[in-house]
């Protein structure tokens, strides 16, 4: 687990170092708004499931998960969601002719491995709960408030 969460804390010293470049060496070359909207979308997407990872971690953690693949979905989607589209804007700002075909379709697949990630998370957490209930035979917890 400390591995994953090292890597999330680097994906969000990258995330700062990606904004910067977009606002100030992006901005120079060029004034097509859309494509600085969708440069800053996609740092913003890279900051919360970078975030959103950590948190699971820790969730994980808690509730005594050892499972990591809905972390790992999370990875993937990053990697194919964000690092699809600066790969992308590169390519634009140096030949905006570029015809990207059925590469276009990487980024809505790295959608849904965001999805895929938190729902998995949510499936895991909630059978989790309600193995912890089923064994505890309904009862609510005696700790004090």
Not at 29 to 49: A, C, K, P, R
Not at 61 to 79: D, F, H, R, S
Not at 102 to 116: D, K, Q, S, T
Request: proline letters at 2%; hydrophobic letters at 45%; glycine letters at 10%.
């Amino acid at each position: 687990m400390k591995n994953y969460i090292v890597f999330f804390l680097i994906l969000l010293g990258l995330s700062v170092l990606l904004a910067a470049l977009g606002s100030h060496f992006i901005y120079e070359i060029t004034e097509d708004e859309e494509l600085l909207s969708l440069w800053t979308t996609t740092v913003n997407y890279q900051i919360y499931h970078s975030l959103g990872g950590i948190l699971m971690l820790l969730v994980f953690k808690q509730c005594n998960i050892t499972e990591k693949w809905p972390v790992n979905l999370l990875i993937a989607g990053i990697i194919f969601f964000c690092g699809f589209f600066y790969v992308k804007t590169g390519m634009l700002l140096e030949s905006p002719s570029i015809d990207f075909g059925f590469l276009r379709n990487i980024r809505p697949i790295g959608g849904l491995l965001f999805v895929a990630g938190w729902f998995s998370a949510a499936g895991l957490v909630n059978h989790k709960i309600r193995r912890q209930t089923k064994r505890d035979g309904g009862r609510k917890s005696k700790r004090k408030k």
